[in-house]
């Protein structure tokens, strides 16, 4: 099966590839796309499901989309749905990370967790998949991996950050990785019925 997914971020696209093997998982780009698909929304949830529709409204795909969000504690949860133009419209990377440093100077709580929400449409039909990671946020950065904030978001449980980790160990815990995985487990099943989180 071709899915299309709603994105042209190569990271992306190469953790989809890697959790649903046995599908041909192409990028906006890859499928001919160039649209600037609308992000209105408040919530990320709101704003994964409004992707997926235009997709599908305007191509007749199937597709999915999704889209993620840091929420820090002691910054009453932002970025959040804000987190890729943190620093401004340009979203950069190490920008986002600066102004997130620079924000979390001399605070003690640096509870932080990730959250994705995938929305899969398959012949009109909506399916929506939720994971999240939960840490905080180191002090400065360490690796070489990964890509966002990856390098000062430390999962709980581990002594290395997401970019020190290989991809594979990534997939298992992050939050795309486990949204990923869950929908990987309903298009494995016929009916679905297990997985389906409507």
């Given amino acids: 099966m071709q899915l299309i997914f709603a994105t042209n971020n190569s990271n992306k696209l190469r953790e989809a590839q890697q959790i ?29 499901i409004e992707k997926a529709e235009y997709l599908y409204n305007k191509y ?23 987190s890729a133009r943190f620093a401004g419209p340009q979203k950069n990377n190490d920008d986002n990370i600066n102004l997130l440093l620079e924000k979390l100077q001399g605070v003690e709580n640096r509870k ?7 929305t899969l449409i398959i ?17 400065h950065r360490t690796g070489n991996g990964g890509f966002g904030y990856d390098p000062v978001f430390l999962p709980e449980g581990y002594n290395q950050s997401v970019a020190e980790l290989t991809p594979e160990a990534k ?3 992050s939050h795309r990785g486990r949204s990923l995985q869950k929908m ?14 409507k």
């Fill in 123 to 139: 012949d009109g039909k909506q399916y929506i998949f939720e994971g999240e990671m939960r840490g905080s946020i180191m002090t």
């Fill in 184 to 197: 990987a487990e309903f298009l494995r099943n016929a009916d679905g019925s297990s997985a389906i989180n």
């Fill in 112 to 118: 932080a967790r990730f959250v994705t929400y995938i």
């Fill in 60 to 82: 007749h795909i199937n597709c999915f989309s999704d889209d993620t969000g840091l929420e820090v504690e002691a910054l009453n949860g932002a970025p959040g749905v804000y």
């Fill in 20 to 48: 649903l093997p046995n599908y041909q998982i192409l990028s906006l780009e890859n499928a001919g796309i160039h649209d600037e698909l609308p992000e209105t929304h408040n919530t990320i949830r709101e704003n994964s």
């Fill in 171 to 173: 997939n298992q815990i």
